[in-house]
């Protein structure tokens, strides 16, 4: 079946160092791939998406493309701000399983000022 | 426009307490999932509507949990005779059409004690 497995927290990284989330999937068909942040209080947003191969998702400096050849969708950031502390999933659906998203564990990030 | 709506927002329940919590989706939407989400986990799928047709209720753990959206927008979760393993964050997500983007709510914090 469809799952996604990414890189275990916690994470704890200086302000404006560079950020690096790894994620892979396992899929049939096509998926699209997500990251999803969950801020301190608040709910699950979404942060970026991509629906095919190759395609680059970007928003709030962070990126992550949609690697099929390493079924991969790593999340980066060239330089990351106090404001980024939050718990980031990776996630995927695929149109065969009705658009249900499957998640990754979350990772969590912390940003030291 | 109001985004997805969820209530109660925290929930305590004694075991064996039948529980009801409530999602409004955003006005619209044909789409509608539930997702569970437990302490330090990715949320988990529960359950997906298409209008008022549940289309797919192969996440449900048990058969004390049982959802409903019977005129297509307002849906509700119940879960049966609460067990602590159910204590849990439950997310509502909505969508329109199927396969873009789910928007989900707050969620609702479930204690079963």
């Known amino acids: 079946g469809n799952s996604v497995t990414q890189m275990e927290g916690p994470v704890t990284l200086s302000e404006e160092a560079f950020l690096t989330i790894n994620c892979t999937y396992t899929a049939t068909g096509y998926p699209s791939l997500f990251w999803y942040v969950q801020y301190p209080g608040e709910g699950l947003q979404l942060l970026l998406k991509a629906t095919k191969a190759d395609d680059k998702g970007s928003n709030k400096g962070f990126e992550a493309t949609y690697r099929k050849e390493t079924t991969s969708f790593h999340l980066e950031k060239g330089s990351v701000q106090v404001s980024d502390s939050a718990v980031y999933f990776c996630a995927l659906s695929s149109y065969s399983s009705a658009s249900k998203i499957i998640f990754g564990s979350g990772t969590r990030l912390s940003i030291r000022p | 426009g109001a985004g997805v709506s969820q209530s109660p927002r925290y929930k305590v329940a004694k075991r064996g307490q039948d529980v009801a919590l409530r999602c409004d989706p955003i006005s619209g939407h044909v789409s509608l999932f539930w997702y569970q989400q437990a302490l330090g986990q990715g949320p988990e799928f529960l359950t997906y509507?298409?209008?008022?047709?549940?289309?797919?209720k192969s996440g449900l753990p048990s058969d004390r949990f049982f959802a409903e959206r019977p005129e297509g927008s307002v849906s509700t979760l119940k879960i049966q005779r609460t067990q602590q393993e159910d204590s849990a964050v439950y997310l509502c997500a909505s969508s329109s059409p199927i396969g873009e983007t789910q928007y989900f709510g707050p969620g609702t914090r479930l204690l079963v004690l």
């Open positions: 509507f298409q209008n008022e047709a549940q289309l797919d």
